[in-house]
């Protein structure tokens, strides 16, 4: 009987100069390629606006996505923010999508090299998943918060610092110490949510397809599917909350 | 007490609440959509947004329980 292989951390396939690249990090150049393939199809099969459009061309399907989802962020923030917000708003879902949904493909996971690891040879998977790995949601978290803050002062100028030192009162000055805190566990509770959410998910997969191979695996598939959208989603929509919580002038809160 | 045992009540007390919140999100989310149906999308985004919160305090001890059962 095969051994059942989890690793809470990537295992790292080969290094470059000192620093390990891991598995996970292959998978993210995967979903890098395969977005810039994207574009490059969509850019040279383009018809322009003056031609007759073709219907459910490849295009219109690019097109559909991107309005639709522009609608809804202009649902939350508003037509004049949601032109400034959305490329960000629109890269973390699309990139955490795409990232979540490729843990699932065959071949992810189970293709891999037999490799000593700490005196006795073990399976290393070749790919796996990119958002399973605490590192790349960390980065990603980090992002996020970082944008938030920088969009902060640029709509604020330097009063969106009152946020965090607010000396008018002294409940205003507690609050704003709990505001400069939430901030970092801000970051970890993105990080720990996307990976929580996509690593349990693997770890699910696995154990089912270890359990009961046939048929069992097909609902947790879908689930995992769904989990994989609505995490992206979460990730995405969390961010652009706090953008805009950071960017209303205090005049207009109410 | 073995490692699985305490793996295993981790996780457990640590969904619990978690779910519970997740409930009273959704039930009280559906009794405002039902006083004021026009308002659907704005109560559904918040909704969503209730339940992340919620979760991710389910998914940091499941973490944790897997970080002890792995490691």
Known sequence: MSQLHISISAEPIFSLGGFNITNSMLTSVLVTVLFILLILIVSKTTRKSTKPPKKYSFQSIVEF?????????KGVVGPVKARVFFPLIATLFFYILVANWMGLLPGIGSIGLIKPVEAESTFVPLFRGATADINTTLALAVISM???????????????????F??????????????????FSKIISFT???FGNIFAGEVLLSVIAFLVPIFAPLPFLGLEVFVGVIQALVFAML????????TISHEEEY | MDTNFVVGLTIAIGGMGPALAIGLIVGRA?????????????IQTNMILG???????AIYSLVVALIIKFT
């Open chain 1, 65 to 73: 996505t991107i309005e639709s989802f522009y609608e809804f962020v």
């Open chain 1, 146 to 164: 970082v944008m938030v803050q920088f969009y902060g002062f640029r709509y604020l100028g330097l009063h969106y610092l009152t946020k965090f």
């Open chain 1, 166 to 183: 607010n000396f008018k009162s002294v409940m205003g000055f507690f609050i704003g110490i709990l505001e400069l805190f939430s901030e």
């Open chain 1, 192 to 194: 720990f949510r996307l």
């Open chain 1, 239 to 246: 961010t652009l909350v706090f953008i805009n919580m950071a």
């Open chain 2, 30 to 42: 559906l009794e405002a959509l039902g006083r004021n149906p026009e308002a659907a999308g704005k």
């Open chain 2, 51 to 57: 339940i992340a919160f919620a979760e991710a305090i």
